[in-house]
């Protein structure tokens, strides 16, 4: 077996004190690590630089999900207390979710969330999932919204803060759905986007509901052999339309994190761009060919991680694991609140 196939190859050492617990006080200030995989250069700048490197006709591709406040509390009727962590809506009030601790829920029962909300919660499948049927008075989003809490990951190890609320979700965040952030769109303000708009770069929406296929972790050493978990996606007719045009034409697709990327490639038949909304559990990792997408802005992630293995498809292993090594070296800040980097 190839060592890119090996899952201890995306392992590498990242000192604590560089994974961003907090984000920067101005979303363009962080750092942007450019990586040109021509000449396989590094170079280093500030991301309110990035104009500098998208062009007049290129297009750039983000993806308008937004985060829900997807982690709840609640307590068993004899007052265990439990979190609830949200996945997807598969009914207006049934939820496919994941608890913990589980072994203290090894039957179907009732939690409380509030004096107003309470839950019927099944027996964990074999995968770990379970179904909660919410019980209310009323809307059971509002209730939801109202008690619950931005998922921030586990390596933000704090309780999330009010101003969560705002800095884990992008600026263009449309669509409810997300149970963690496309973090690559967090270093774009309003302003950015406006002067990206009137220097002709044409910007576009996907959707991708980023849920456990995104941050689940690889478990066997073969990582072909990881299972993806389906995450739905979508694409207009207009969108897939631009995107085919330009490539026509030779302009380029920048794509504004991976969650962006996949949808694309999720879409892809014949170099063509299709539309419409499926779910997708397509994993891109070295030996799988990208086809839509010609620059991709993302953030730093975590070793062995399938975002890793991602980047690593798409720029390469050696450029890939060199950048990271320089990122540690230079003190770059990692994961959902840290830098970004460009791969041209």
């Not at 040109?36 to 983000?62: A, M, T």
């Not at 969560?164 to 149970?179: L, M, P």
Request: neutral net charge; hydrophobic residues 40%; glycine residues 6%.
């Amino acid at each position: 077996m190839s060592d890119l196939y090996r899952k201890n190859s995306y392992f590498y050492n990242l000192p604590k004190e560089l994974i961003a617990q907090y984000p920067l006080k101005e979303r363009a200030e962080s750092r942007l690590m450019v990586i040109n995989r021509e000449n396989q250069s590094i170079s280093h700048h500030h991301f309110y630089d990035i104009g500098d490197f998208i062009n007049s006709g290129d297009v750039l591709v983000v993806n308008n999900t937004k985060v829900i406040p997807a982690r709840l509390y609640a307590k068993k009727e004899n007052g265990t207390p439990i979190e609830v962590f949200l996945l997807h809506k598969l009914q207006s009030n049934i939820w496919k979710c994941l608890v913990h601790p589980g072994k203290k829920l090894k039957k179907a029962q009732l939690l409380s969330f509030a004096h107003d909300l309470s839950g019927f919660i099944s027996q964990a499948d074999k995968e770990g999932l379970r179904d909660i049927e919410f019980i209310c008075q009323g809307d059971v989003s509002v209730l939801l919204n109202k008690y619950g809490h931005v998922p921030l990951p586990p390596y933000i190890e704090r309780n999330d803060e009010d101003k969560d609320t705002e800095t884990y979700q992008t600026v263009y965040a449309k669509e409810n759905g997300s149970v963690a952030a496309p973090t690559a769109g967090f270093h774009f303000t309003e302003d950015i986007m406006s002067a990206l708009k009137n220097k002709g770069v044409i910007i576009v929406e996907v959707l991708l509901h980023v849920g456990l296929g995104t941050f689940r972790p690889v478990k066997v050493d073969d990582i072909r052999q990881h299972k993806m978990h389906s995450e739905f996606c979508s694409i207009n007719k207009e969108t897939a339309s631009i995107i085919n045009q330009a490539k026509k034409q030779g302009r380029r697709i920048f794509a504004v994190g991976t969650t962006s990327l996949r949808t694309l490639e999720s879409f892809a038949v014949d170099g063509r761009l299709m539309y419409g909304e499926k779910w997708t559990d397509k994993f891109i990792h070295p030996g799988i060919k990208i086809h839509m997408v010609d620059c991709l802005l993302t953030n730093f992630h975590l070793p062995e991680s399938t975002l890793l293995m991602l980047v690593t498809a798409f720029a390469g292993y050696n450029l890939t694991i060199c950048a990271y090594d320089v990122a540690v070296q230079d003190k770059y800040r990692f994961f959902s609140y840290g830098d970004a980097m460009l791969i041209q």
